[in-house]
């Protein structure tokens, strides 16, 4: 999911295209709530040939829809390895749960509660609630303090553009439509 909206500035509009801006389509305001100054918009499309490795992931969700409609547990066990210096860490206050979304978020803890997915701990780390546009939440936590004493594993993974030049076999064209709004300088 990308941006409701794509802006530039006109200095750059002028230098790429010639012709007239249609009509702003969307009233655009800034950080301090004040109307931006569009000058218009225009379309246009966007062409690039890529190198893909769609062979191996073509159809995926629709070959394991189950994989990607519910929470899954990884046979068998992982343990997280700290530093010898960790010391657990617990907020004193925790934040707050909007009161309408407070159901949601007992029901998805008891869910992961009772499957196992959250256990009791000395690390008490933040929790944030954001509203879904399918009206369930997502529960965001903020595990910087833990991560900060994480003794890392190294696994050297290869680099996109090595995964890309070793599959010579596919070659894609990406080519997408979209709608700029431009802003006076």
Not at 55 to 66: A, H, L, M, Q, R
Request: a positive charge; hydrophobic letters at 35%.
């Amino acid at each position: 999911m990308g941006a409701d909206v794509t802006v530039i500035p006109y200095s750059l509009y002028s230098r790429c295209h010639d012709g007239v801006l249609q009509r702003p389509t969307t009233t655009l305001v800034g950080l301090s709530r004040y109307p931006l100054n569009v000058k218009g918009c225009f379309e246009a499309t966007m062409e690039k040939e890529i190198n893909t490795v769609s062979d191996s992931t073509k159809g995926v969700i629709e070959k394991f829809p189950e994989l990607f409609n519910r929470i899954a547990l990884i046979k068998g066990s992982y343990r997280t390895e700290l530093q010898d210096d960790a010391k657990p860490f617990s907020i004193s206050t925790p934040r707050r749960v909007p009161v309408p979304l407070l159901p949601e978020v007992k029901a998805d803890s008891q869910e992961w509660k009772s499957k196992g997915i959250t256990k009791p701990s000395d690390w008490c780390a933040g929790m944030v609630v954001v509203p879904k546009a399918n009206h369930k939440v997502r529960i965001c936590v903020d595990l910087m303090r833990l991560n900060h004493y994480i003794k890392r594993e190294r696994h050297i993974l290869p680099s996109v553009n090595h995964v890309f030049s070793s599959n010579q076999r596919c070659q894609t064209l990406l080519k997408t439509r979209c709608k700029f709004q431009v802003l006076a300088d």
